[in-house]
T-cell receptor, first 116, second 116 residues
Framework: EAQVTQNPRYLITVTGKKLTVTCSQNMNHEYMSWYRQDPGLGLRQIYYSMNVEVTDKGDVPEGYKVSRKEKRNFPLILESPSPNQTSLYFC???????????????FGPGTRLLVL | AQKITQTQPGMFVQEKEAVTLDCTYDTSDQSYGLFWYKQPSSGEMIFLIYQGSYDEQNATEGRYSLNFQKARKSANLVISASQLGDSAMYFCAMREGRYRDDKIIFGKGTRLHILP
């Protein structure tokens, strides 16, 4: 089954304790992205990757890191989480925009993060 | 300035009526893609419909259609014969910068309530 998986689905942590949220897709997609969703703000792009070893900042990258060592995985790293990073996080993947008309993003189930 | 504007934070509609959810966008690119996603209370993001900027016909997918008015930079979602299961949050999104930085921007969403 074609899917995007994220782990963990729920996480409660404390300020300053490094954490990683994993994301994996099995659709051979070039493009992967992380979003955070906050009430009244919609989804905002944190980082994205157009292919292996290529990553770029989205609109809200501060406090986050990513890596893309393999095509299927795109982990999100919070080196020193703070309470303002409490949010719902989504990973998504798609074909590159060069596949015009086939660039729909498919989302993971989301990770709810609470930073105390 | 917002790149994606959804002017209706919330809507209440009687079951079986048609619904139009507004979305306007702002881009200087000639090539871009427009998407609508549904987010039910369970939290997952469900892809509904896609419209490419060069598509001359309005996109349709079952009960969903996208009313694309390029000159007005408008991409409204129309749901025909609404059902109780359509109650959810709906997000409009744009993918631009196809051959450049390929960013994806979401609107803040419209919460749709279908009344029995």
């Amino acid at each position: 089954e074609a899917q995007v998986t994220q782990n963990p689905r729920y996480l409660i942590t404390v300020t300053g304790k490094k954490l990683t949220v994993t994301c994996s897709q099995n659709m051979n997609h070039e493009y992967m992205s992380w979003y955070r969703q906050d009430p009244g703000l919609g989804l905002r792009q944190i980082y994205y990757s157009m292919n292996v070893e290529v990553t770029d900042k989205g609109d809200v990258p501060e406090g986050y890191k990513v890596s893309r060592k393999e095509k299927r995985n795109f982990p999100l790293i919070l080196e020193s989480p703070s309470p303002n990073q409490t949010s719902l996080y989504f990973c998504a993947s798609s074909l590159s925009p060069l596949h015009e008309g086939q660039e729909t993003q498919y989302f993971g189930p989301g990770t709810r993060l609470l930073v105390l | 300035a917002q790149k994606i504007t959804q002017t209706q934070p919330g809507m209440f509609v009687q079951e079986k009526e048609a619904v139009t959810l507004d979305c306007t966008y702002d881009t200087s690119d000639q090539s871009y893609g427009l998407f609508w996603y549904k987010q039910p209370s369970s939290g997952e993001m469900i892809f509904l419909i896609y419209q490419g900027s060069y598509d001359e016909q309005n996109a349709t997918e079952g009960r969903y259609s996208l009313n694309f008015q390029k000159a007005r930079k408008s991409a409204n979602l129309v749901i025909s014969a609404s059902q109780l299961g359509d109650s959810a949050m709906y997000f409009c999104a744009m993918r631009e910068g196809r051959y450049r930085d390929d960013k994806i921007i979401f609107g803040k969403g419209t919460r749709l309530h279908i009344l029995p």
